[in-house]
């Protein structure tokens, strides 16, 4: 499974940003598809993720700013980022998550796209 990120840039705080992640299989019945996010100086930390029937987890920092959702027919994952912050600046990256029939669990990671806020 290949990931790419897209969409990534510079924007003032208050402003949005859209990233995409497209995938090289379909994610249609992709177990957890997710963004996660690295900030210089710190650990990687999801933001948010959508199941493969649509349920959908935000880290409490974006709840109510930004939507993750994903085109089945496109396979492509999204994530709508409103009303960003300077502490929202980081590298994110998409996140494929693949449980197998045989419970083996696999992850995949896209390249990163940075996004930077500024105040």
């Known amino acids: 499974v290949q990931l790419q990120a897209f969409g990534g840039g510079l924007v003032q705080a208050g402003g949005s940003l859209t990233l995409s992640c497209t995938a090289s299989v379909s994610i249609r019945s992709i177990n957890l598809m997710g963004w996660y996010r690295q900030a210089p100086g710190r650990q990687r930390e999801v933001v948010a993720s959508i199941s493969d029937v649509q349920t959908t987890n935000y880290a409490a920092s974006v709840e109510g700013r930004f939507t993750i959702s994903k085109d089945n027919a496109d396979n492509t994952l999204y994530l709508q980022m409103n009303s960003l912050k300077p502490e929202d600046t980081a590298v994110y990256y998409c996140?494929?998550?693949?449980?197998?029939?045989?419970?083996?669990?696999?992850?995949?990671w896209g390249q990163g796209t940075l996004v930077t806020v500024s105040s």
């Open positions: 996140n494929a998550h693949i449980v197998t029939p045989f419970r083996v669990a696999y992850d995949y």
